[in-house]
């Protein structure tokens, strides 16, 4: 059974610097690739970030590109976002996902972390 848990959100000033965790269990974590999504209030889930077993490659939606740095630690079998120049409009719910090489979606999901920004 795999189980994704964030943690890390919470209420913070605009240009502030904040890291997201996601503790991975249930599955082989080394061979998986691991995604961050984000929703805001009235607003479909978007990507974030992704990066992909080896740790050796990444990539980013435009909108978060120079701010936001994803990485992982395969020993914890975490998953960070490490969140830089937060703007108001970084404020939604982050998710954690989990899939496996050669798998086209996200199958695992977390249950979110609130990330609140103010202006």
């Known amino acids: 059974q795999v189980q994704l848990v964030e943690s890390g959100g919470r209420l913070v000033q605009a240009g502030a610097s904040l890291r997201l965790s996601c503790a991975a269990s249930g599955l082989t974590f080394a061979s998986s690739t691991m995604g961050w999504f984000r929703q805001a209030p009235g607003k479909e889930r978007e990507f974030v970030a992704v990066?992909?077993?080896?740790?050796?490659?990444?990539g980013y939606a435009d909108s978060v590109k120079g701010r936001f740095t994803i990485s992982r630690d395969d020993a914890k079998k975490t998953v960070y976002l490490e969140m830089n120049s937060l703007k108001p409009e970084d404020t939604a719910v982050y998710y954690c996902?989990?899939?496996?090489?050669?798998?086209?979606?996200?199958?695992?999901w977390g249950q979110g972390t609130q990330v609140t920004v103010s202006s």
């Open positions: 990066i992909d077993w080896s740790g050796g490659s990444t």
């Open positions: 996902a989990a899939r496996h090489t050669h798998i086209v979606s996200f199958p695992y």
